[in-house]
């Protein structure tokens, strides 16, 4: 193959057939993708749970991993979220003439070994090379599904004055490292995207625990954004204890040079859990089990205090509100 | 400085106690005024807001660069950002800033229009060297504090023999500002946080005047919660004791004199001149220009641009709000016909705005 991503290789032709065989099947490659039929053939029933997402992230490679395996993580929590077991997933991709071909076949091989972790297959793809300047790069497509294991399925309009509201570590670190990278800044700690899937962490948690009334992982627009997003479908308060957010020193840092607030900064490997306060302690203990949970801890509570609304409590014991995100975050003159 | 020292200027149990002693020595209402978008900010985000005494009545001033950008200025870099050759490089802040008819650089950028979010003017040295064919066009704005940088970056620029960077400059200068407004009798303040960054660029002494001239006290704050405490404590207590006085709180960052370098640099290539105030007006000698011997920089005298006021913004208060006349939900547009999604007025474009800041943080 050339040694970059030409527009015969979108052609449908041999060019492409050499492309899928000598590289997405050979690091994609399972007995239902290998046999290239128009669909797949799955044997699936009762409740599913489907989700689709498209990933147009820049800079595509990045600390902590690169567009592959953003694009495996990302829809693999996104079904997880719903208390399933993530079983399958398709790829889409919208490739630029002229990528380097070393580019696509490491990001094929991160797509296959974020797979392989998760414990999905890859059941159908497609590839379409567009002229040079019709996208960035790379875009990558995926849909997942899987199997609910919980009844009800955790919902975002399903909590509860009294609930307790749980992250499963830092937040920040995915949109910092993505900002950072994208402009060549040089923060003076490292900072690393938390990008992983979290479906194994997932199913041992709703496994252990008899009630879990949301799930939700807080990408883009990052923690507040979604706890306004809940607060508002479950018209309840959330109120956040804000010297119980857990953030790391290195992103309080970066963000405070670009002027930025983490709470709003995507996260890719996190997710909010919120259930009621007498099984928070068995949550927790659960999700410090796991690498992906180990920073777990409290955040807050579930109020009926102000409807919709997200309020933080300061350490000075004051309160306001947490709004949600207007448009992108943009840094400032000073 | 550590993060570790900083949480020692937000120890909570030593902020309760200047809260009660503030609560104690205040005999009547204390009128402030912060005269900085940070300090806006900090004060909603530390949740001091809400548990100022009530007597300490809170005025955010023209201190927000992107508040008190004039109308006329958007409309200039607006007009100019459809331009064939220009690449605009701007801090984030003025991205979302409207102009006339709804226009803003994110709208003029799905219009097809060049712009580039930089984080340090230095950052538009690497693209006029990757555009050689192009013009790259700085957005000059923001107070002493960003201006000396800017100042910086021309220098740099000549050096390097780079000939096609510009900066529109609509650079304003702090304490002419306060000036102003303490001369206006339908003004009351008591007193003035003075913003932090610019301080430490200008020092203390231009500020004398405040306590010389118009009897009033300020001081020179950081932006932690005991910071911005300390200084109101000391406010209370001159006043109870009929005293005014100009000091600096800030003299971990803040010195005397401020930064004679940076302020050589600003004034080597910016000189003095009027600027207008979006919500305020003309205010003779508060702005700055780019010096003749610099103009090859200028874009203001490359396209010919002149900044004129117009009609006031129907409805708005925002001149009132800025001049801590009126407070951000005094104003019949506040939260209704404008808010961030869709700002009218200065305080409402800017997220270190006195509106933004009211709609944002505050819960009731």
Redesign the interface.
Known sequence: MSDKVLLDYGSGGRASQRLISELFLKYLGNDELNRLNDAAELAMSGRLAMSTDSFVVDPIFFPGGNIGSLAVHGTVNDVAMMGAIPRHITCAYIIEEGLPMDDLEQIVAAMGKAAEEAGVTVVSGDTKVVPKGAVDKIFINTTGIGDIIVDPAPSGDAAKPGDAVLISGTVGDHGLTILGTREGLDFEARVESDSASLNHLLIKLVEGLPEVHVLRDPTRGGLATTLNEITSSSNVCCELIESDLPIKAEVKGGCSILGLDPLYLANEGKFLCILPQEHADKALEIMRADPLGAGACQIGTMTDANPGKVVLVTPLGGKRLLGMLEGEQLPRIC | MS?ELLEKF?D?DL??KMLDKMQGDLTNDLRFMEVCG?HTVAI????????LPEKIVHLSGPGC??CVTHESEVNAFLDLAGHDRVIMAT???L??VPGDNGRNL?KAMADGARVK?V?SPFDTLKLAKENPDDLIVFIG???E??APTIAGTMKMARAQGIENLRVLCFHKTVPTALEALLSDEAINIDGFILPG?VSAIIGVEPYNFIAEKFGKSAVVTGFE?LDILQSLTQMIDWRNKGEAHVVNNYTRIVGENGNPKALEVMYEVFEPTDALWRGIGLIPGSGLEIRPEWELFDAKKEFGITIEEGPALKGCKCGDILKGIKQPVECPLFGKACT??NPVGPCMVS??GSCAAYY????D
């Open positions: 993060f937000r909570p902020c309760r940070t909603f985000q530390s949740g001091l807001r809400s548990l660069p992107v801090f984030g802040d991205m979302r994110k979010v984080y704005v923001g107070f504090t960003t960054h919660p961030p999604a997220t270190e944002k943080y505050k819960l």
